[in-house]
């Protein structure tokens, strides 16, 4: 008689979240027509961006555009940092202490201590779901909510496949904005290209300010990180695309010299004639093993 009495499995997810509170962006972290070769790795970055837009706006008030821009901006910010340690797939070791987004510079600092300001706790979850957070072929990057720390148990055991042992870690994170703004006063913000000129040159501070404090050993790892990137990049590209990077080195090299002082053109000729000289002097070195070698094989 007992094996004929239903146990009872408790709540589940569909007990505990409501879905009609959650919110949806156009796509996921999977859509490879939008994120290509990053498609479906981006999930940690994601996150990040999502935990430090909520120091900007608070996510009670956040909508489905707000999430779509929260997918772009952590696509770059995984992009910068997978280029960095020549990963696929991050880890929360791999994120740096400072991270520039949405035009400003913060400071991260992990820790174990979670908490909720009204009680209710925000999922961000970048990956294709449906409404109540279940993985779904069609689904799209959500923002959903739970009402206490044992639904969100509850949340994270459902939406995990039975028997699949996924590894995870569940980590605080403090953030905190530097005093360090890198948001361009004049810069046209209203325009698409007005956002992107803005991006560009808070990376371009940013990167200046982090070489600024490297040591030696991470500056040689840095410049062969990029002329490894480089390389594996070129290899692959087109026919067009190859035609596109030359055209688009000899105008920046141009437009470079046409800027520069008589100085600076001084070094850089100085600099070009030591180059040439130094290739003639191991042309010349070159020939003259080859010549000796064909002596002594005469």
Same mark, same amino acid.
């Not at 796509?27 to 430090?52: D, E, P, V, Y």
């Not at 808070?202 to 002329?227: F, G, H, I």
């Given at each position: 008689?007992?094996?004929?009495?239903?146990?009872?499995?408790?709540?589940?997810?569909?007990?505990?979240?409501?879905?009609?509170?959650?919110?949806?962006?156009?796509?996921?972290?999977?859509? $490879?027509?939008?994120?290509?070769?990053?498609?479906?790795?981006?999930?940690?970055?994601?996150?990040?961006?999502?935990?430090?837009?909520?120091?900007?706006?608070?996510?009670?008030?956040?909508?489905?555009?707000?999430?779509?821009?929260?997918?772009?901006?952590?696509?770059?910010?995984?992009?910068?940092?997978?280029?960095?340690?020549?990963?696929?797939?991050?880890?929360?070791?791999?994120?740096?202490?400072?991270?520039?987004?949405?035009?400003?510079?913060?400071?991260?600092?992990?820790?174990?201590?979670?908490?909720?300001?009204?009680?209710?706790?925000?999922?961000?979850?970048?990956?294709?779901?449906?409404?109540?957070?279940?993985?779904?072929?069609?689904?799209?990057?959500?923002?959903?909510?739970?009402?206490?720390?044992?639904?969100?148990?509850?949340?994270?055991?459902?939406?995990?496949?039975?028997?699949?042992?996924?590894?995870?870690?569940?980590?605080?994170?403090?953030?905190?904005?530097?005093?360090?703004?890198?948001?361009?006063?004049?810069?046209?913000?209203?325009?698409?290209?007005?956002?992107?000129?803005?991006?560009?040159?808070?990376?371009?501070?940013?990167?200046?300010?982090?070489?600024?404090?490297?040591?030696?050993?991470?500056?040689?790892?840095?410049?062969?990180?990029?002329?490894?990137?480089?390389?594996?990049?070129? $290899?692959?590209?087109?026919?067009?695309?190859?035609?596109?990077?030359?055209?688009?080195?000899?105008?920046?090299?141009?437009?470079?010299? $046409?800027?520069?002082?008589?100085?600076?053109?001084?070094?850089?000729?100085?600099?070009?004639?030591?180059?040439?000289?130094?290739?003639?002097?191991?042309?010349?070195?070159?020939?003259?093993?080859?010549?000796?070698?064909?002596?002594?094989?005469?």
């Amino acid at each position: 008689m007992a094996n004929d009495v239903e146990e009872n499995p408790g709540p589940t997810i569909y007990d505990v979240v409501d879905p009609t509170k959650t919110i949806c962006a156009d796509f996921s972290q999977g859509n $490879a027509k939008k994120f290509r070769q990053n498609a479906g790795k981006q999930c940690l970055a994601m996150s990040l961006t999502a935990i430090i837009y909520d120091h900007i706006t608070n996510v009670n008030g956040w909508d489905s555009e707000l999430l779509n821009d929260i997918l772009c901006t952590g696509n770059n910010l995984y992009s910068f940092i997978s280029n960095s340690v020549k990963k696929s797939y991050l880890l929360l070791t791999d994120v740096p202490e400072m991270v520039s987004v949405f035009y400003h510079i913060y400071h991260l600092q992990f820790g174990d201590h979670l908490q909720t300001s009204d009680g209710t706790f925000k999922i961000f979850d970048s990956h294709s779901r449906d409404l109540y957070g279940m993985p779904h072929p069609l689904g799209k990057c959500i923002l959903a909510s739970v009402e206490s720390i044992e639904d969100l148990v509850i949340y994270f055991q459902s939406t995990i496949p039975r028997g699949n042992e996924t590894p995870f870690e569940v980590k605080g994170l403090a953030v905190q904005e530097t005093n360090f703004n890198i948001t361009q006063i004049d810069a046209p913000t209203s325009s698409q290209s007005g956002k992107k000129h803005v991006t560009l040159e808070s990376d371009r501070k940013y990167r200046k300010m982090k070489r600024a404090v490297e040591n030696e050993t991470e500056k040689q790892t840095r410049l062969e990180n990029m002329r490894d990137y480089k390389k594996a990049k070129q $290899a692959v590209e087109s026919q067009t695309e190859r035609q596109t990077r030359i055209e688009n080195d000899k105008k920046y090299r141009n437009k470079k010299r $046409a800027q520069e002082t008589v100085i600076e053109k001084q070094t850089r000729l100085a600099s070009a004639n030591e180059y040439k000289r130094k290739r003639r002097s191991s042309s010349s070195n070159l020939g003259d093993y080859l010549n000796k070698f064909d002596i002594l094989n005469g």
